[in-house]
Every structure is written in structure tokens, then in C-alpha cells.
Nanobody, 115 residues
Framework: QVRLMESGGGLVQPGGSLRLSCAAAGTRLSVARMSWFRQTPGKQRELVAQ???????NYADSVKGRFTVSRDNAENTVYLQMNSLKSEDTAVYYC?????????WGHGTQVTVSS
């Protein structure tokens, strides 16, 4: 059974940084397309960043230049480094594993950007 476990969320002031982690059990993250999504109450979940198995990345326009997605194969963990955080980045952040028909989600981690 595949389990994804996000961590690293919290409260940070505008302009600050956080690093989210998504650790996996039951599979190797390196074989899949890994994505970070975020969701705020009343809104649809939106894509933030993607990292393919081959190492290609894709970012939402709103986070380009501020967020970086990466993967540590030895740790079987995907990261989202978030810099220059803004209040509008406040959301629950989810990681997603997608490989063919396999589509798994973590439980989410709350990020709150506020002074």
C-alpha cells in the first residue's frame, strides 16, 4: 500500500520561507510524476509544481521564481522549497503521486503566511 506523508507546514511571516516534504512508503517516488497542489476553503485544488520521473519541472505562474520542487531518491522524498512567501500562498498543500492508473494523495499540510 502506498502512503504519502507531507510535513513542514506552519505559520510564517510574509517574505519568509518554508520547505515542505513528502515522504513515501510502499513505492519509489523516482518512478512517478510527483506534484504539489494546494487548496483553500471554497476553491478547487490547484497545481503548484510538478517533477517528472525524468527530472523535468513545471510551476504555476503564481509561484515561478519563488518555489522549487526537488527529489532526494536516497530519502525517497520530494520537497517543495517555498521562498518569498505571500499571504495568498496560505493553503493546505498536498503531494500527489501519479503513475499510469495509480494516483495517490497525501493528507496535506497547512501553510499559513501571516504577520
Amino acid at each position: 500500500q502506498v502512503r504519502l506523508m507531507e510535513s513542514g507546514g506552519g505559520l510564517v511571516q510574509p517574505g519568509g520561507s518554508l520547505r515542505l516534504s513528502c515522504a513515501a512508503a510502499g513505492t519509489r517516488l523516482s518512478v512517478a510524476r510527483m506534484s504539489w497542489f494546494r487548496q483553500t476553503p471554497g476553491k478547487q485544488r490547484e497545481l503548484v509544481a510538478q517533477l517528472t520521473a525524468s527530472g523535468n519541472t513545471n510551476y504555476a505562474d503564481s509561484v515561478k521564481g519563488r518555489f522549487t520542487v526537488s527529489r532526494d531518491n536516497a530519502e525517497n522524498t520530494v520537497y517543495l522549497q517555498m521562498n518569498s512567501l505571500k499571504s495568498e500562498d496560505t493553503a493546505v498543500y498536498y503531494c500527489n503521486f501519479k503513475l499510469g492508473e495509480y494516483d495517490f494523495w497525501g493528507h496535506g499540510t497547512q501553510v499559513t503566511v501571516s504577520s
